[in-house]
């Protein structure tokens, strides 16, 4: 490891510390709503520009690709940030709160930004020993599970294609609901986050007298078995765990119909399929003893955030040597319930996700993702950057070499 290199990443880390803060302070400001990312990609572009980078635009969207081009010969990785907001009022009285009314930051997409920004011009500072590239991904509509496949559609993915990718999400919470400390780092090897699918269920009736109320009760507690099908064995195998969870239900006695919204949640990608044959037989029994006609539709699908084993224990021994005991290893247990695209890459590509701690129990500051009063500990600002750029460029090192 060249210490050297890292001694001059952490400087410039250090010295641009209070422009990351100020650029996750603005992003949060003005908050975007999956889809509409508009000012956030012009912020992003017009500071990828200023570093000197090759930028792409309006890639899936309102995506953004900045290319940091080494100046010694190597592969080229890619660092994906997403940037979208939630639909959410903010209830934290900061001066950075959001000026979006129903709009905010509540999942932490505004610090992922600023922290690749950061890397970027980290990184930019040491072009003259980098080696290969790296492929800055700024990825819209994540909130919606649809960017990462869009712009993948668009082929972000390509010229240059990368050789791995990585991205990491901030948070207050870590293993086991514990709070994850601002100033860490976790790796959770194997299943990261769960997969999710989400199904349109609908029932056309063939008798004249339908409850449909009566009717939805049944088949919402029947599909619900699935639960228990798959959770029995999650004592020896966590990568069995399924969740199976209504998003909305409405019927109608007259017109003898019900349209059922689910979704569920899965470990591992190669149970899905023995997920979607268990409901299968469970709809096709409830067809036979109602005689109703019923329709299935996978409306949307995304895969479970998986890192691989042998890339995971690589890893924490960079982090090790980077950040010593604030890396955490996390083998055998149970993943956040979270999804996220990312993983429509890391299929793509293979990679790695890691947690960025974000809490900071001695400043109040623990409220969950996805909260009103959901905030971030600032200083883990500059260490993801700090971090994140030193093992980006061990890995080109290593990966070049």
Excluded at 45 to 63: C, F, H, K, M, P
Excluded at 168 to 180: D, I, K, P, V
Excluded at 360 to 379: M, P
Aim: hydrophobic letters at 35%.
């Amino acid at each position: 490891m060249k210490q050297a290199i890292h001694a001059r990443i952490a400087e410039k880390a250090n010295k641009i510390a209070q422009d990351v803060i100020n650029m996750r302070r603005h992003l949060h400001m003005y908050p975007e709503l999956p889809g509409q990312e508009k000012e956030t990609s012009r912020f992003v572009a017009d500071r990828l520009r200023s570093l000197g980078l090759e930028v792409q635009t309006n890639i899936g969207g309102y995506g953004v690709v900045g290319m940091l081009n080494g100046a010694k010969p190597g592969v080229t990785i890619a660092w994906r940030a997403d940037i979208d907001a939630c639909a959410l009022q903010e209830e934290i009285d900061k001066p950075y709160k959001s000026r979006i009314d129903g709009v905010m930051h509540a999942c932490g997409h505004d610090a992922h930004t600023a922290i690749a920004l950061g890397m970027a011009e980290t990184l930019s500072s040491v072009r003259d020993e980098l080696c290969g590239a790296v492929k800055f991904i700024f990825q819209p509509f994540e909130e919606g599970a649809e960017g990462a496949q869009r712009m993948i559609g668009d082929g972000v993915l390509e010229n240059p294609r990368p050789s791995a990718i990585y991205g990491l999400h901030q948070g207050s919470l870590g293993a086991n609901q514990s709070y994850m400390e601002s100033g860490s780092v976790s790796i959770h090897y194997g299943t990261t986050l769960f997969g999710r699918d989400v199904l349109s269920i609908s029932v056309k009736a063939s008798r004249p007298k339908f409850n449909a109320w009566a009717e939805q009760e049944l088949l919402i507690y029947r599909l619900s078995q699935i639960n228990h099908y798959k959770n029995r064995h999650a004592k020896r195998d966590i990568h069995h765990l399924v969740d199976f969870q209504v998003l909305r239900k409405q019927g109608n006695d007259e017109a003898g119909e019900i349209h059922i919204q689910a979704r569920f949640r899965y470990a591992m990608q190669k149970y899905r399929d023995d997920i979607r044959l268990e409901l299968s037989r469970i709809i096709d029994e409830y067809k036979r003893q109602s005689g109703s006609e019923v329709t299935v539709e996978y409306v949307k699908s995304t895969p479970p955030v998986y890192n691989d084993e042998a890339e995971c224990e690589e890893a924490e021994l960079i982090l090790r040597e980077l950040i010593g005991d604030r890396v955490i290893p996390i083998l055998d247990e149970v993943p956040p319930h979270g999804t996220d695209d990312f993983a429509c890459f890391q299929e793509e590509l293979g990679g790695l996700f890691f947690f960025l701690g974000s809490a900071n129990l001695a400043k109040g500051i623990k409220a969950w993702n996805h909260t009103s009063t959901f905030d971030i500990d600032e200083d883990c600002l500059p260490f993801g950057v700090n971090t994140m750029a030193s093992f980006l460029f061990e890995m080109l090192s290593r990966r070049s070499n």
